[in-house]
């Protein structure tokens, strides 16, 4: 079946910015999670999302950070004001509620010149 | 110091051969183990889970954990070049709603 899926696979913007990212998970899959992969600070949570439950926002790591989840379906994550350090990968995955395996999706490039 | 440790290698092995990889951790709350393995320029891609102490063969993987001594490992027999590929640890507290906390991987090059 189709794995998630993650809009645009690249994104190059000018610092002061906003960015948005879209995942969309694997059909039936109620778990969402956002992760960023950089070269300095390897694979890191950002924010997680559960059925209709308030997400957990943990991982955000500041406030120009947000996402929603729309539907129980699709994710946007929305960076505003872009800074060069905001320049990494960043990962969506999904998973079943009772099962810890995460299936992630090929990730959007974000440059920020 | 980070809560899971993994070298960064590379390691470079001929083809056919076993590759060894590993991870510590810090965090004795962790239950659930993943392998994950990520091509260049690509999404990570699960290779095995294992819950608690133990081992598990898939194929020609075979992840062990030893919750006692914090140590996770991972096998992969008859390597091939197409095994090439950073390699992630991965282990998070609880079966669901929890984050991963992930290794910094371990890039393998299987040399023909």
């Known amino acids: 079946g189709a794995g998630v899926s993650q809009s645009p696979s690249n994104k190059v913007t000018e610092k002061g910015k906003d960015v948005e990212l879209r995942c969309d998970p694997i059909s039936g899959h109620t778990a969402l999670y956002w992760y960023r992969q950089s070269l300095g600070q390897g694979l890191e949570f950002l924010i997680y999302f559960q059925g209709n439950s308030a997400p957990d926002k943990s991982g955000l790591p500041s406030d120009r950070f947000s996402a929603e989840r729309t539907g129980g379906s699709v994710s946007t994550l929305t960076i505003q004001r872009t800074q060069q350090e905001d320049s990494a990968v960043y990962l969506c995955a999904s998973s079943t509620f009772k099962l810890p395996e995460q299936y992630f999706g090929p990730g959007t490039r974000l440059t920020v010149t | 110091q980070k809560e899971v440790e993994q070298d960064p290698g590379p390691l470079s092995v001929p083809e056919g051969a076993i590759v060894s990889l590993n991870c510590t951790y810090s965090n004795s709350a962790f239950q659930y183990f993943m392998w994950y393995r990520q091509y260049s320029r690509k999404g990570p891609e699960l290779l095995m889970y294992?819950?608690?102490?133990g081992n598990k063969e898939d194929g020609r993987f075979t992840a062990q954990v030893d919750k006692s001594s914090k140590y996770i490992s991972l096998f992969i027999r008859d390597s091939q070049p197409s095994d090439s590929a950073t390699y992630l640890c991965?282990?998070?507290?609880?079966?669901?709603?929890?984050?991963?906390?992930f290794g910094g991987g371990t890039r393998v090059l299987v040399k023909p």
């Open positions: 991965a282990m998070s507290a609880s079966a669901a709603g929890n984050k991963l906390t």
């Open positions: 294992t819950y608690s102490s």
